[in-house]
T-cell receptor, first 114, second 113 residues
Framework: AQSVTQLGSHVSVSEGALVLLRCNYS??????LFWYVQYPNQGLQLLLK??????LVKGINGFEAEFKKSETSFHLTKPSAHMSDAAEYFC????????????FGSGTRLQVQP | NAGVTQTPKFRVLKTGQSMTLLCAQD?????MYWYRQDPGMGLRLIHY???????AKGEVPDGYNVSRLKKQNFLLGLESAAPSQTSVYFC????????????FGPGTRLTVT
């Protein structure tokens, strides 16, 4: 069974500071990995995904994530936080079987201080 | 192109009442999913469908039923609502091909009193 662990349910950074949101996964097969963002009272929007190939993945809004197989991690980073980045972020892993469903982490709420 | 839409957006039910949540997508996607979101637990898969006329159970299916009579619609039913079903419900869809990401609807906030 797959699982995703997001360390830190709440992260607070100052505007302009580095954003680092941690995600570790467990999977018996090479995973497909995703980061989604959820703004208040909205659905989930895809930030970026890793399937195969380059382990450093760039997404929207200046975010990127690096797949590290040896550490079973897929941490999300952004060099400089903006107030508009305040949201909840979910890491997810997709199974490769017939259903292709997502298993989500519990989420990290990012707060950006002025 | 509206993407994935959900109706209703909000609903309050009394314990024991029934209701149906509707999900519609206009992207001709094969796969559709129902998730529930609870604080501190992320999203959990309730039921899913890999094509018209097919449905299957996810991780938390108890108390829910689904139907996929038309490719574009995926209905989630609660036959006898319980307070434990108070949650935000999200529908998602995706293609069966190479693109792996799921597209999510805006959610339905359900309160059962």
């Amino acid at each position: 069974a797959q699982s995703v662990t997001q360390l830190g349910s709440h992260v607070s950074v100052s505007e302009g500071a580095l954003v680092l949101l941690r995600c570790n996964y467990s999977s018996s097969v090479p995973p497909y990995l995703f980061w989604y963002v959820q703004y208040p009272n909205q659905g989930l929007q895809l930030l970026l995904k890793y399937t195969t190939g380059a382990t450093l993945v760039k997404g929207i809004n200046g975010f990127e994530a690096e797949f590290k197989k040896s550490e079973t991690s897929f941490h999300l980073t952004k060099p400089s936080a903006h107030m508009s980045d305040a949201a909840e972020y979910f890491c997810a892993v997709s199974d490769r079987g017939g259903r292709r469903a997502l298993t989500f982490g519990s989420g990290t709420r990012l707060q950006v201080q002025p | 192109n509206a993407g994935v839409t959900q109706t209703p957006k909000f609903r309050v039910l009394k314990t024991g009442q029934s209701m149906t949540l509707l999900c519609a997508q206009d992207m001709n996607h094969e796969y559709m999913y129902w998730y529930r979101q609870d604080p501190g637990m992320g999203l959990r898969l309730i039921h899913y469908s890999v094509g018209e006329g097919t449905t299957a159970k996810g991780e938390v299916p108890d108390g829910y039923n689904v139907s996929r009579l038309k490719k574009q619609n995926f209905l989630l039913g609660l036959e006898s609502a319980a307070p434990s079903q108070t949650s935000v419900y999200f529908c998602a869809s995706r293609t069966s091909g190479g693109a792996l990401e799921q597209y999510f609807g805006p959610g339905t906030r359900l309160t059962v009193t």
